[in-house]
């Protein structure tokens, strides 16, 4: 079996080739089953989650995803999320490979928000917006450049310093970033918002869109997580990456159980948009809002090119 470390992982996985490959599972599709998620000791008191996210496509390969989620680990200086991913042949059972999980999460989150804003977004979007200084925060940039003429990026988190912290990342690759404080002030100056934490209190508010904004909630994907208020939804035309969302997404429950939504005003789904089968963006002024709580056919999709690039060289 061969194991692909994290540089190795992320070294397969630039953004314009990884978008490509997202986009090409979502219209072949393949056999997704519901993730499984377990409890691991009491969240009160330190305690995290367990997922177990498999896919496969039929005489092709098998994929499966175990991640860790223990939200008090900010406090510990440690990563929220670990996250280890295992490559087999679907047709025998034989493992082919071990890939560095936490980079295909990252990655795929990030480029899967990318592959949304090709049709979600304005094709003039410059300005945007990243709430969060994690892993995928991290990332957000670089995918949405892959697909959009992202000229300035906004960067805010719950603690200020974390924000300067990318920033100035940021700046360093080249990038016009600057860290803001107020919320409110940039979300009307943002043509593209990407919340990328693991919050569990609306950090978003609706009223505070600007007409044309396209938002992605990336961050949260279990029912107790929660990145935007009902009226966020109440104002946009609303996508998922996949219908599992309606069921685990803290921000579409709450935002149903609020009156801001209901299912029948879903718009479609990612693999919908990818295949022609759903209308994206209609109007310069409308507010678009993208959900997701993650795929393991994107996990796959990723995993695939990690182990192709591989093999070639």
């Not at 940039?186 to 209190?201: E, G, M, R």
């Not at 685990?248 to 149903?256: E, F, I, Q, V």
């Amino acid at each position: 079996m061969q194991t692909f470390d994290a540089a190795a992982t992320a070294a397969a996985l630039d953004f314009p080739a990884l978008i490509d490959a997202l986009r090409r599972a979502q219209v072949q599709g393949a056999n997704v089953p519901l993730r499984h998620t377990h409890a691991i000791g009491d969240p009160a008191a330190g305690g995290g989650t367990v997922l177990l996210m498999p896919a496969w496509r039929e005489g092709g390969r098998f994929g499966l995803k175990t991640i860790t989620i223990f939200p008090a680990n900010t406090a510990l200086g440690l990563p929220g999320l670990h996250a280890v991913y295992t490559l087999f042949d679907a047709r025998t059972g034989v493992p082919l490979a071990q890939l560095d999980g936490n980079e295909i999460t990252a990655r795929r989150t990030a480029a899967t928000a990318a592959l949304a804003a090709c049709h979600l977004a304005r094709p003039d979007a410059r300005r945007l917006l990243v709430l969060g200084c994690g892993r995928v925060a991290r990332l957000l940039p670089a995918a949405l450049r892959a697909v959009r003429p992202i000229a300035a990026v906004a960067v805010w988190n719950h603690r200020p310093e974390g924000a300067r912290r990318l920033a100035a990342e940021l700046q360093a690759q080249g990038v016009a970033a600057q860290a803001v404080d107020a919320l409110a002030p940039a979300l009307a100056q943002a043509d593209i918002v990407s919340a990328a934490t693991l919050s569990t209190t609306a950090l978003l508010r609706g009223r505070e869109l600007a007409p044309g904004t396209h938002v992605d909630l990336i961050g949260s994907f279990t029912p107790a997580m929660r990145e935007a208020d009902a009226e966020c939804f109440a104002r946009s035309r609303v996508y998922v990456d996949t219908e599992e969302a309606l069921a685990k997404s803290g921000d579409l429950l709450a935002a149903r159980a609020e009156g801001g939504f209901d299912d029948t005003r879903l718009q479609g789904t990612l693999a919908q948009l990818c295949r022609g089968e759903a209308a994206g963006r209609g109007s310069a002024s409308e507010i678009t809002l993208f959900k997701a709580v993650g795929s393991a056919l994107a996990d796959l999709a990723a995993a695939e090119l990690v182990w192709d690039t591989g093999r070639q060289k």
